[in-house]
T-cell receptor, first 112, second 111 residues
Framework: SQTIHQWPATLVQPVGSPLSLECTVEGTSNPNLYWYRQAAGRGLQLLFY??????ISSEVPQNLSASRPQDRQFILSSKKLLLSDSGFYLC???????????FGSGTRLTVV | GESVGLHLPTLSVQEGDNSIINCAYSNSASDYFIWYKQESGKGPQFIIDIRSNMDKRQGQRVTVLLNKTVKHLSLQIAATQPGDSAVYFC??????????FGAGTTVTVRA
């Protein structure tokens, strides 16, 4: 079964500072990878997804970017954080075609 | 945007009673549906899924019902326990690698 490692669990960053969140996957090869953001009391907003190394699709134009340097590594970045970037960030992994996701434990980001 | 929505944002249930969580979806082309449970501060966890060629599927204490005619999905939890308190999300897969999630229903179990 798939296991997703996501870190850090919590992060407090000042406005204008850079961001790098990393997600790694075990137990599968060539997975689809996803970054979601969840605002307090809200649903899951898809930010980026990747179907392979170097392949990134952006769902929402914003201050963030994503990269997939290795098959089982997915990175979420920002050059300059905004207050509105605060939220709960979740990495997820899925197989090809129809199917569900396995989620990581999330990173709570607070931009101050 | 999110194409899957939930009828009620909150549900309060007496311990031991059955819970029913509803979900309306808008895309009739969706082939696969999933219910997730998210406890506070954690990532969502898979509960149960159902494909569009079925109308009912049962798991341990949970049942998912799918009504394609009215594009409605429900999750039934039998004998609700305190550990069932969480946010429940339905999600649909339209076979394009992406799940679309609803806003979630917060279930609170009263002792």
């Amino acid at each position: 079964s798939q296991t997703i490692h996501q870190w850090p669990a919590t992060l407090v960053q000042p406005v204008g500072s850079p961001l790098s969140l990393e997600c790694t996957v075990e137990g599968t090869s060539n997975p689809n990878l996803y970054w979601y953001r969840q605002a307090a009391g809200r649903g899951l907003q898809l930010l980026f997804y990747s179907v392979g190394i170097g392949q990134i699709s952006s769902e929402v134009p914003q201050n963030l970017s994503a990269s997939r340097p290795q098959d089982r590594q997915f990175i979420l970045s920002s050059k300059k954080l905004l207050l509105s970037d605060s939220g709960f960030y979740l990495c997820a992994c899925g197989d090809r075609g129809l199917g569900g996701y396995t989620f990581g434990s999330g990173t709570r980001l607070t931009v101050v | 945007g999110e194409s899957v929505g939930l009828h009620l944002p909150t549900l309060s249930v007496q311990e031991g009673d059955n819970s029913i969580i509803n979900c309306a979806y808008s895309n009739s082309a969706s082939d696969y549906f999933i219910w997730y449970k998210q406890e506070s501060g954690k990532g969502p966890q898979f509960i149960i899924d159902i494909r569009s060629n079925m109308d009912k599927r049962q798991g341990q204490r949970v049942t998912v019902l799918l009504n394609k005619t009215v594009k409605h999905l429900s999750l039934q939890i039998a004998a609700t326990q305190p550990g069932d308190s969480a946010v429940y999300f339905c999600a649909e897969n339209m076979n394009d690698y992406k799940l679309s999630f609803g806003a979630g229903t917060t279930v609170t179990v009263r002792a």
